[in-house]
């Protein structure tokens, strides 16, 4: 696993990116300091909204029923999660509902994760994962509307899903 903080000389920073410190989350104590979770093994990258509570405390990402959920559903297709994918949030740090600034934050340290390991498929679940992945800055309507398509976004395609 990637320890997403590279904490020196003062400055936080994310993968070397020092505007994720601005929107306020990092070293809060709500704040999981975790990049990603999974091997990534069939190269499957998948997102969510922010860290639960649960991922905090185990220092894991996708330990909420919502996971596990995702998790049943991959494994009846031979995927097993943990494994074969890499699992990341719009938001890197818990805590309230995820605002635009806090994704905007995030935003370079997952395009930086993206271009790094080049992922054959990314799933987005929800309308945060998706803003983040497609780097929206207005409302292009909800997660409804846009659930089952495939965004291409080159070089790769992104598919939104309703988190359920």
Request: overall charge positive; hydrophobic content about 35%; proline content about 7%.
């Amino acid at each position: 696993m990637q320890n997403f903080f590279d904490i020196g000389s003062g400055d936080k920073q994310c993968l070397g990116i020092t505007k994720c410190a601005s929107c306020g989350r990092l070293g809060s104590p709500d704040s999981p300091k975790l990049l990603q979770s999974g091997s990534g093994d069939k190269k499957i990258l998948l997102v969510g909204s922010q860290p639960s509570k649960k991922d905090d405390e185990i220092g894991n990402l996708a330990n909420s029923s919502f996971w596990s959920r995702v998790e049943l559903f991959l494994k009846a297709h031979k995927i097993n999660m943990r494994k074969d994918c890499w699992i990341m949030n719009s938001v890197a740090c818990h805590g309230s509902s995820p605002k635009p600034k806090h994704i905007e934050c995030c935003n370079p340290a997952i395009r930086k994760f993206i271009e790094d390991n080049n992922p054959r498929l990314i799933l987005a679940f929800g309308m945060n994962a998706t803003r983040a992945l497609l780097d929206w800055k207005k409302d292009f309507g909800g997660i409804q509307k846009w659930r089952g398509f495939t965004i291409p976004q080159p070089p790769h395609s992104i598919q939104p899903s309703l988190p359920h």
